[in-house]
């Protein structure tokens, strides 16, 4: 039997391409996003191997039903990926632009990475993926519940890592840690910015080696030992 994935965030840019991926690699894959124009858009693509699930993340209380109906058409799930997100500056600190980030990155992911694991506990195995982000490292004055978010993710996927390793049930747990890819989040020409299609490909490479953290692309494990080290009175210069 083919094996199968849900990507939750997957109407647009690493989301909409891992799919992409998956499906080329032979996965039945669930996808998910508020965005139905782009779901349907997708799963006219390949409608054999695609399913799609509206699902806005915010919306806690739908998040259970959401995983079961798809649960029901996939049997069971080898991989899940979270790559919903939200970054916007912010640069006079108005809670109305805090707030959304802080629902996607810091309270759905939890929710979704709980569901997740707890499906896999049951099964006995599964995989999921994280898509964090260098931000995770340090601290900005721009941007600061976006940082602060991905540093959330990161340690709530250490977490779930330690945990799986502890577990009887084969449960793996990837922390994807992106520099700069070309996806409309990215917000117009950067420093070091690599393609989709790139990153998707490394992201894949590190799913089938089941690492436990992978910066994408490779360069950015580099960058990120150095935002490490960097005292912040440097870093606040960026
Ligand atoms: N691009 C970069 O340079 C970069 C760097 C580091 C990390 N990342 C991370 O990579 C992930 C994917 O971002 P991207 O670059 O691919 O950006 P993107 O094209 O803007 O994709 C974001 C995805 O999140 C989904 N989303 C947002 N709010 C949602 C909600 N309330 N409910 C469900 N889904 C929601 C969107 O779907 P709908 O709008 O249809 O709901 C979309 O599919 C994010 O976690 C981001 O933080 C990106």
């Known amino acids: 039997m083919g094996k199968s ?3 939750i965030g997957a109407t647009s840019g690493i989301g909409r391409e891992l799919a992409k991926l998956l499906v080329s690699e032979g996965y039945k894959v669930a996808i998910t996003g508020r965005r139905e124009d782009k779901l349907q858009e997708i799963l006219k ?3 054999k191997k695609y399913i799609i699930q509206k699902h806005d993340v915010t919306k806690l209380e739908h998040s259970e039903k959401v995983f079961n ?3 029901e058409e996939l049997g069971v799930v080898d991989l899940i990926i979270y790559s919903s997100g939200i970054a916007e500056p912010n640069y006079n600190l108005e809670w109305e632009k805090s707030l959304p980030t802080l629902e996607v990155n810091v309270i759905a992911a939890a929710k979704i990475y709980d569901i997740s694991y707890n499906l896999f506990h049951k099964q006995g195995f599964g995989h999921l993926v994280g898509i964090s982000s260098v931000a995770g490292i340090r601290g900005n004055r721009h941007t600061p519940a976006y940082f602060a978010s991905k540093a959330f993710q990161n340690n ?3 977490s779930l890592w330690m945990k799986a390793k502890r577990s009887k049930a084969d449960i793996h747990i990837t922390d994807i840690a992106p520099g700069f ?3 409309k989040m990215a ?3 950067t420093f070091g910015m690599a393609t989709v299609e790139k990153a998707t490909r490394q992201i894949y490479s590190a799913i089938k080696r089941k690492k436990k953290k992978a910066y994408i692309t490779k360069r950015w494990s580099f960058i990120a030992f150095i935002m490490r080290i960097l005292p912040a009175s ?5």
């Open 5 to 7: 994935a849900i990507v």
């Open 45 to 47: 693509e390949n409608p």
């Open 69 to 71: 109906k798809i649960i």
């Open 156 to 158: 709530y996927l250490e």
């Open 181 to 183: 890819i070309d996806t």
């Open 187 to 189: 917000l117009g020409d």
């Open 234 to 238: 440097l870093i606040m210069r960026f």
